[in-house]
């Protein structure tokens, strides 16, 4: 589950407010990460609507630091209620809703993708508000991407698609939509927003969220690019919910399922990507190309995600052949990709090409130098090399970084010498 995904959901459609944002109303409490990212914003009021109690206690128990502040900060409010019907009820207008709903194949769900949702939520925003929901390209189809979008700039023209790895994000403006890098600046200089946002789409310890360049990077098409994106796609309707029925009309299932889908999204979004200087409100034009290399790389980065996994899928059916030239696909779109180096490593190791596997290894490290995998796996080539004081020492960095890793716990217990604690092993 990609924790920082949600997080950022939370984040951004409160950074590209035109305003100043101080009411906000969350459907679907999920897994409490994207509401507890936006109670670092100087909120006055947060409400998150969910039908289910059961949902918040467990997001509150088991998802960590970021749900807290529903148990104690006095801005928030869980709602226990239907999402749809409290958003045609209240009178109450909102400066940011953001939807943290399930998959649009359960039951009920794809009524909040339909033209009259997003009517009834473009009436409880208030002026220059921003509605902010999901499209998981791993989870449709094309055509269903196409008629999502077609059925949101219905109600909402003025809208962005932003990335957000493959939980893509549309925003919706009851403003005009536009871009501000000062306003972005000003924004991801609060310190709890910067430390929260001490994350990055490429791995990169340089290339953090929080710089307004990689922030900004995330945009990827207006009103334009996503009109002609929607071109074709059908409306969906309260009457003719069609969504809830075509997302079975993919042939594969199962994680291949998802990195197709991904790579078929991608390829019907990669040519309607737009440049940044139509919507840019203020800031220095010679930063443009730069962001747009950074947005370049993000998207041959997902790419390379569902590459390097249609990879882990071939070798798992043991077309070893096939893995080995997917990874090597994957790596040749995004170079810095750590975790295909490490997935390559791993797979040259178990065919035997151990010096091969090493460089892999050491690069991953390279690119980011706080991977675990990448020095369990060096643990794991030192004991294939019997070398067992370089195991140890790959492993106990691995714990360094990933305190719970219990692969590597369990190889330095196998390793250390007999009577000798894991503590006192020789490194």
């Not at 340089?206 to 207006?222: C, H, I, Q, R, S």
């Not at 003719?240 to 998802?258: D, K």
């Not at 995600?305 to 052949?321: E, F, K, N, P």
Request: without cysteine; charged residues 25%.
């Amino acid at each position: 589950m990609d924790l920082s995904a949600q997080r950022l959901q939370g984040h951004i459609p409160l950074v590209l407010h035109r305003g100043d944002p101080r009411t906000v109303l969350g459907i679907g409490f999920g897994t409490g990460q994207t509401f507890g990212a936006q109670l670092l914003y100087p909120i006055r009021r947060l409400d998150v609507v969910e039908i289910s109690p059961e949902v918040v206690e467990l997001a509150l128990t088991y998802f960590g630091q970021h749900p807290d502040g529903f148990r104690s900060d006095p801005r928030a409010r869980v709602i226990i209620d239907d999402g749809r019907s409290f958003v045609r009820l209240t009178h109450d207008h909102y400066d940011v809703i953001s939807l943290e709903m399930p998959p649009h194949a359960e039951a009920g769900v794809v009524h909040f993708y339909t033209r009259e949702f997003y009517a009834l939520a473009r009436e409880r925003l208030a002026p220059d508000g921003v509605l902010a929901q999901w499209l998981p390209i791993y989870n449709v189809t094309p055509e269903e991407t196409r008629g999502i979008v077609r059925t949101f700039l219905a109600e909402f023209p003025e809208s962005a698609l932003w990335y957000n790895g493959a939980n893509l994000l549309l925003l919706g403006f009851k403003g005009t939509f536009e871009l501000s890098l000062r306003g972005v600046r000003e924004r991801l200089q609060h310190p709890g927003i910067a430390t929260d946002l001490a994350v990055s789409h490429l791995g990169g310890p340089n290339e953090l969220l929080a710089d307004p360049k990689y922030f900004v990077a995330g945009f990827l098409m207006g009103p334009v690019g996503l009109a002609a994106l929607a071109k074709g796609g059908p409306i969906y309707t309260d009457n003719r919910p069609a969504l809830e029925f075509t997302w079975r009309g993919f042939p594969e299932w199962g994680p291949e399922r998802v990195y197709r889908l991904i790579l078929a999204n991608m390829a019907a979004i990669r040519p309607h990507v737009e440049a940044f200087s139509p919507y840019l409100r203020d800031g220095p034009a010679e930063v443009a190309p730069e962001i747009a290399g950074i947005r370049e790389r993000y998207l041959r980065r997902l790419q390379a995600v569902a590459i390097d996994g249609l990879g882990s899928v071939a070798w798992s059916r043991g077309r070893v052949a096939d893995a080995l030239e997917l990874y090597r696909q994957a790596l040749a779109l995004s170079p810095d990709f750590a975790q295909a180096h490490v997935n390559l490593a791993s797979l040259l190791q178990r065919m035997g090409r151990l010096d091969a596997a090493g460089a892999e290894y050491s690069e991953a490290i390279r690119l980011e130098p706080r991977h675990a995998e990448a020095y369990y796996g060096l643990g794991t080539l030192g004991e294939r090399r019997e070398r067992p004081a370089e195991a140890l020492r790959a492993y106990h960095r691995a714990v360094e970084i990933k305190g719970d890793f219990r692969l590597a716990l369990a190889r330095i217990a196998a390793l250390r010498p007999r009577g000798q604690s894991l503590d006192s092993a020789e490194r």
